[in-house]
């Protein structure tokens, strides 16, 4: 769910800064969209669902609800978001002589976009929908 919303929210992003809203933007982004999020998704499957899990059981802060809020979703991002740009990168511009420039600039347009989203918008939003799933058939 995470991945799904913030690969959406990302390559909406993405498309419109890069490309700008044109008479295919709904195309391109649908096109690109699927690609990315199917990678997300075997990404955190195969991979940062492990990561995170190892660094929840080793970080040992007294404040569980700043762990949930602020430092794994930060992590999450950090790990996230320059894999989520190589893919997103490689995908659209294929590796040219530019590659490094256009991911630097990905990398430094995405960070502070992904981190805001995860930590104000997506993460609280996703957070709020599995703990009413998790209390409604608590309640059944």
Known sequence: CMAGMMSFAMCFFNVAVVGGFSNNFIKIFFYRWTYEYICAVLLVFFVVRHFMKWISQHISLKNTELNSTLILPSINVLIMAPVMSLIAVSYVFGF????????????????????????????????????KSKTDKVGV
């Open 96 to 131: 040219s002589e530019n590659f490094l420039s256009i991911y630097q600039n990905a990398l430094i347009r995405n960070y502070p976009v992904a981190w805001i989203l995860q930590i104000s918008i997506i993460g609280p939003l996703v957070r709020f929908i599995f703990s």
